[in-house]
Antibody
Framework: EVQLLESGGGLVQPGGSLRLSCAAS????????LSWFRQAPGKGLEWVSG????????PYADSVKGRFTISRDNSKNTLYLEMSSLRADDTAVYYC???????????WGQGTLVTVSS | DIVLTQSPATLSLSPGERATLSCRAS??????LGWFQQKPGQAPRLLIY???NRATGIPARFSGSGSGTDFTLTISSLEPEDFAVYYC?????????FGGGTKVEIK
């Protein structure tokens, strides 16, 4: 059974930094692309960033480009999202998800809440 | 970026009725369109991918159709557990983008 468990969310001041983690199990981690998605309170879904199985391809949404960095450690079965220069509009539940077929994501974590506020 | 426009924003129906949800893309995306269901406090659930393929475990009452710029999700007969928000998503181009959602509520 695929399991994805996000952690690292919390309250951070504007301009601050935070690192999210997503611990994965139940599949061959290095064989699958992964992505981060987010959902602001009461709003719709937004894709944030993705990473290929070997980490060589890392697209980003324009809204986070230059501020967020996605990475993975295939030896630890863990996905990361390093977030800096955080703004109030980055407040959201952040989900990690596993690709099963050409950027279709069928397995999702339960999400971790990031709140950017002073 | 490809913009996806969903309609209607809200659909008020009774259990047993048929639901028809629409998603229109700002440019042709071939059949690279999927549909998600989301209930309050839960992660999204992939229902349909590549316009018409049901994901594993999705009941046959959910079906998708369309290509190019116009797509439809049909729920043939609403069950109580189907009342939720539905999002379309495209994978034709980066960045991946979502529509604004359609809420299917109980009439």
């Amino acid at each position: 059974e695929v399991q994805l468990l996000e952690s690292g969310g919390g309250l951070v001041q504007p301009g601050g930094s935070l690192r999210l983690s997503c611990a994965a199990s139940g599949f061959t981690f290095s064989s699958y692309a992964l992505s981060w998605f987010r959902q602001a309170p009461g709003k719709g879904l937004e894709w944030v960033s993705g990473i290929s199985g070997n980490g060589g391809f890392t697209p980003y949404a324009d809204s986070v480009k230059g501020r967020f960095t996605i990475s993975r450690d295939n030896s630890k079965n863990t996905l990361y999202l390093e977030m800096s220069s955080l703004r109030a509009d980055d407040t959201a539940v952040y989900y990690c998800a596993k690709d099963f077929y050409y950027s279709w994501y069928i397995d999702w974590g339960q999400g971790t809440l990031v709140t950017v506020s002073s | 970026d490809i913009v996806l426009t969903q309609s209607p924003a809200t659909l008020s129906l009774s259990p047993g009725e048929r639901a028809t949800l629409s998603c229109r893309a700002s440019q042709s995306i071939s059949n690279y369109l999927g549909w998600f269901q989301q209930k309050p406090g839960q992660a999204p659930r992939l229902l349909i991918y590549d316009a018409s393929n049901r994901a594993t475990g999705i009941p046959a009452r959910f079906s998708g159709s369309g290509s190019g710029t116009d797509f439809t999700l049909t729920i043939s007969s609403l069950e109580p557990e189907d009342f939720a928000v539905y999002y379309c998503q495209q994978r034709s181009n980066w960045p991946l983008t979502f529509g604004g959602g359609t809420k299917v509520e109980i009439k």
